[in-house]
């Protein structure tokens, strides 16, 4: 049985929402806090959209290493 779980923002974080922070850094923000708990509660792979995500991430993934 296949258990795969996909988790997607789609374009939440292209809402105006003024109070979360400044739109560009707000989807980068999203994306590595919602890898992070993904690899934390058990992933195998997250698939990463934004350059500095990968990077952020990556950064992540050798200190736990």
Request: aromatic share 4%; charged share 30%; net charge neutral.
């Amino acid at each position: 049985r296949d258990l795969r779980m996909s988790r997607g923002l789609g374009d939440v974080y292209k809402r105006q929402m003024p109070a979360w922070g400044p739109q560009d850094e707000r989807g980068i923000d999203m994306e590595v806090e919602t890898a992070a708990a993904d690899l934390a509660a058990g992933s195998d792979a997250v698939i990463l959209r934004h350059p500095e995500s990968v990077k952020t991430i990556s950064k992540l993934i050798k200190a736990l290493a």
